[in-house]
């Protein structure tokens, strides 16, 4: 059952932006970051969510998609996220967040893709365009955006060869493939 769930969880870069998602729904996502494992228990991180078309047009400009996909840009109108959620990393309350986000975006994720819902994680960010548009207190880092909505493209896993190329592409039918190492291959003792 988890695996099916991991092998659903992909990155999403392109949404059926019309299909709205509700606070609600964003902040039961954020609820399964909540409960999740945090260093020292100290749970440093903050979210801002953004489910309505004028602050998430707002977030939009402020992000990179897909770094292999070098003729592509991003996401279309009408194939926009329909949803963000920011994490923040409070240094009121710690100065490092080690890979707490990492958990809370993985778990926000795999409980959007048991909704039915899509996601990116997304790292590239303009940090500080974006602080401005949204007007984030300076003792937040930013540390991830989140992508979220209903999927409007097909993202298929495959196991790369040995010694293969890693890189995810899209072939001419606009399917998304994502080459997986083998399984020997990242196990090592």
């Given at each position: 059952?988890?695996?099916?769930?991991?092998?659903?969880?992909?990155?999403?870069?392109?949404?059926?932006?019309?299909?709205?998602?509700?606070?609600?729904?964003?902040?039961?996502?954020?609820?399964?970051?909540?409960?999740s494992p945090s260093a020292a228990n100290l749970q440093p991180l903050k979210y801002i969510l953004s489910y309505e078309p004028e602050t998430n047009a707002q977030v939009f400009p402020h992000l990179a998609w897909a770094g292999y996909?070098?003729?592509?840009?991003?996401?279309?109108?009408?194939?926009?996220?329909?949803?963000?959620?920011?994490?923040?990393?409070?240094?009121?309350?710690?100065?490092?967040?080690?890979?707490?986000?990492?958990?809370?975006?993985?778990?926000?994720?795999?409980?959007?893709?048991?909704?039915?819902?899509?996601?990116?994680?997304?790292?590239?960010?303009?940090?500080?365009?974006?602080?401005?548009?949204?007007?984030?207190?300076?003792?937040?880092?930013?540390?991830?955006?989140?992508?979220?909505?209903?999927?409007?493209?097909?993202?298929?896993?495959?196991?790369?060869?040995?010694?293969?190329?890693?890189?995810?592409?899209?072939?001419?039918?606009?399917?998304?493939?994502?080459?997986?190492?083998?399984?020997?291959?990242?196990?090592?003792?």
């Amino acid at each position: 059952m988890i695996k099916e769930l991991i092998l659903k969880n992909r990155s999403y870069r392109r949404f059926s932006q019309e299909d709205g998602i509700e606070g609600q729904v964003l902040r039961e996502l954020v609820d399964l970051a909540r409960l999740s494992p945090s260093a020292a228990n100290l749970q440093p991180l903050k979210y801002i969510l953004s489910y309505e078309p004028e602050t998430n047009a707002q977030v939009f400009p402020h992000l990179a998609w897909a770094g292999y996909l070098k003729d592509w840009a991003g996401p279309d109108e009408g194939e926009r996220p329909s949803a963000y959620i920011i994490i923040l990393g409070d240094t009121e309350i710690s100065k490092s967040f080690g890979c707490d986000h990492g958990i809370a975006a993985q778990s926000i994720l795999l409980g959007a893709t048991e909704k039915g819902l899509g996601g990116c994680i997304i790292g590239t960010v303009q940090r500080e365009k974006l602080r401005k548009a949204l007007d984030i207190l300076s003792r937040y880092e930013i540390l991830l955006v989140l992508a979220l909505g209903k999927p409007k493209e097909e993202v298929v896993v495959e196991t790369a060869e040995p010694t293969g190329d890693i890189k995810y592409w899209r072939d001419d039918k606009g399917l998304h493939h994502v080459p997986k190492r083998p399984l020997d291959e990242v196990i090592i003792g």
